[in-house]
């Protein structure tokens, strides 16, 4: 791991709370005590002082008290020396303590810039120096940057690939995430699970959950370079837990979920708790790039007359994380990107599956629907319903946004493209209550539009990462060579009937050489104000190595992503942990000679208001 320059020091003395004795040491308050180390990056620039603040149990308030903690300390201990590893001695035993860190770039510990958290650190009884050889990995974050979580060093990669093997069991005495390298009987190891993502994933389904806690589901694992075939290959499912800091392990493996879960660009949707839905997906497709030429095939020929080795899923899945198990229905045949959303309807929550195209995909001609089904998906029924109406537009591929959210799902919902008739709508929106589509009249949007993600900054929207080509969709082999610009979403309720005014955001210097117009491009609305736009594909065909963030008021910054990519997940990661408000971006792809799908996260946390 990224672990440089550690100094161990005995703190115990200098927290409040801790009983010292004559000659310094902590005096321990009885015969249960033990030691913990935990560690942090080598390098956090810029930083001058810290806190250190220990809790029982999962940090989940601002106003939560804490056991033990350290005030405002200096970060450097020498020109040379840094805090960035600790031993606390003497701490009584216990399995669920917390620790967050604060770093400062001032001395007064004024100026917030990085924190690190860690939950469920276990102190054991009688444990002694020996702890220290093992320490509680930390994250740091420093607000308003993308922070890629930990990654194995070469060091540690070299010395895996030193040693043989002809099971994983061989390779845990390098390190527990090391596995043995199928065919070459070598330890690898690619990933420091859970401490980052496991799986490779493109096209990944993250659902943040109403706990506050994020999973990631499917994705395409494999590519063959040759013919650009994209495929699905696990069906695990992994749920990154905020009061922890980290993800959990091992990653869930799901009853009945091994088929319905190896898809990629399947659709999800918060339940309730920590389970989520999973709707459709598919096993296989393609995506080249050549150029600054993006071509896609949806690979299901085979699915006409519902042939059993059509790679499309019919799966409406519920996917319930504690009990590892999932459960549904199956839609009459599969459907192609579809509209889906949990939306509170008179009847109580349901999930809301609109338009779509029906699969195979016919080589001319369009197979939208307009249909929309509303679904129940809970631990007793799985049943999917015929709604009340249907879209005023056969529609695929659009782009839908809440703009009236309660906690029982989506009292409104706002519709953008996916049509092929410019001549028709652009925009219509679902009311929940009613259950009924109805058009609302726009104006100053691109004719067609595709994809993309509607997001809220605020009180404002935008329309990022979407394209003016029907992606995936039209003749079955689609090309595109740009997306469409930023637009902010206007929605106008000052007239007898709602209109909706698209607006060209002006990037101003931030527009770099992409001008924000990114294909497969990651986007989300965070609670602080904030939208982001990361990663995608550029229209010089690479991959972009930069996120686009806005607020209210336009753009506020071009941020640097630590790994360029595009077709990546991003979901905001909510609740009062000291990760609540932030934005996890996980998985997605490189563009090259050997394309490769990829397991690495990267955390976000919004900038901190001045004070």
């Known amino acids: 791991m990224r672990m440089t320059s550690l100094l161990t020091g005995a703190l115990c003395a200098l927290l409040a709370g801790c009983a010292v004795g004559d000659d310094g040491s902590a005096a321990p308050a009885d015969n249960e005590l033990g030691t913990f180390t935990f560690a942090l990056s080598g ?23 804490p056991r033990f903690e350290l005030k405002c300390a200096p970060y450097l201990v020498s020109a040379t020396e840094n805090r960035n590893a600790f031993t606390l001695r003497d701490m009584p035993a216990g399995k669920n303590y917390s620790v967050l860190v604060q770093f400062f770039g001032d001395q007064g510990c004024g100026e917030l810039k990085l924190h690190a958290y ?9 444990s002694s120096e020996a702890e220290a050889a093992s320490p509680y990995y930390m994250q740091p974050v420093r607000f308003g940057s993308f922070v890629g979580m930990a990654q194995a060093n070469d060091a ?5 690939a030193q040693r043989s093997c002809s099971s994983d069991q061989d390779c845990a005495a390098v390190h527990p995430a090391a596995t043995c390298s199928a065919g070459q009987n070598r330890c690898t190891i690619s990933s420091l ?3 980052n993502g496991g799986a490779r994933r493109a096209f990944p389904t993250l659902v943040t959950l109403t706990d506050g806690s994020v999973a990631i589901a499917g994705g395409f694992s494999v590519v063959d370079p040759a013919t650009g075939v994209w495929s699905a290959t696990t069906s695990t499912v992994e749920h990154f837990n905020p009061s922890l800091g980290r993800f959990a392990a091992p990653a869930a493996t799901l009853d009945n979920f091994d088929v319905a879960g190896r898809v990629g660009m399947a659709a999800g949707a918060p339940l309730g708790g920590a389970t989520l839905a999973v709707v459709g997906g598919t096993q296989r497709a393609q995506i080249k790039v050549s150029g600054t030429t993006v071509t896609t095939t949806l690979q299901d020929a085979t699915c006409a007359g519902g042939g ?10 519920r996917v319930d994380l504690p009990a590892s198990l999932s459960s549904g229905v199956e839609l009459s045949g599969p459907v192609a990107m579809p509209i889906v959303a949990r939306v509170a309807t008179s009847n109580g929550p349901r999930l809301l599956i609109a338009g779509g195209a029906d699969q195979p995909v016919p080589k001319s001609g369009s ?10 998906l809970s631990g007793s029924a799985a ?20 703009i009236d959210d309660t906690v029982d799902g989506c009292k409104t919902l706002l519709i953008i493209g996916g049509h092929i008739g410019a001549g028709s709508s652009l925009v219509e929106q679902y009311n929940a209550d009613s259950d009924t589509f109805v058009e609302v009249k726009s104006d100053g949007a691109p004719d067609l539009v595709f994809g993309g993600h509607l997001v809220k900054a605020g009180s404002t929207f935008y329309l990022l990462g979407a394209s003016s080509a029907a992606l995936f969709l039209e003749g079955r082999s689609t090309k595109s060579t740009a997306g469409i610009g930023p637009l902010k979403v206007i929605i106008d309720d000052a007239g007898a009937e709602r209109r909706v005014h698209f607006e060209a955001v002006k990037l101003g210097s931030f527009a770099g050489a992409d001008a924000g117009r990114r294909l497969f491009g990651a986007a989300i609305g965070l609670a602080s104000g904030h939208a982001l736009l990361a990663g995608g594909i550029m229209p010089d065909g690479k991959a972009a190595d930069s996120a686009l963030v806005f607020d209210k008021d336009g753009v506020v910054a071009r941020v640097p992503l630590e790994q360029a990519r595009f077709a990546a997940g991003l979901a905001e990661i909510k609740g009062s942990s ?8 996980a998985g997605g792809a490189t563009v090259g000679a050997a394309p490769a799908a990829l397991s690495h996260v990267e955390l976000y946390c919004p900038p901190v208001p001045a004070k």
């Open 156 to 160: 540690l990669q070299a010395e895996a």
């Open 383 to 402: 049943e999917c319903s015929g709604a009340g109406g249907k879209l005023n537009v056969a529609r695929a591929n659009a782009a839908f946004g809440c």
């Open 43 to 65: 390098t956090l620039p810029g930083v001058q002082a810290f806190k250190l603040a220990i809790y029982e149990g999962p940090l989940t308030s601002p106003t939560q008290s």
């Open 367 to 376: 197979s939208r629907r307009g249909d929309a089904r509303l679904c129940e």
């Open 193 to 195: 699970f859970p401490l």
């Open 578 to 585: 000291p990760f609540g408000g932030c934005a996890l971006l």
């Open 308 to 317: 059993a080795s059509c790679p499309a899923s019919k799966a409406v899945w």
């Open 118 to 126: 860690r939950g469920g650190v276990e102190v054991k009884a009688g």
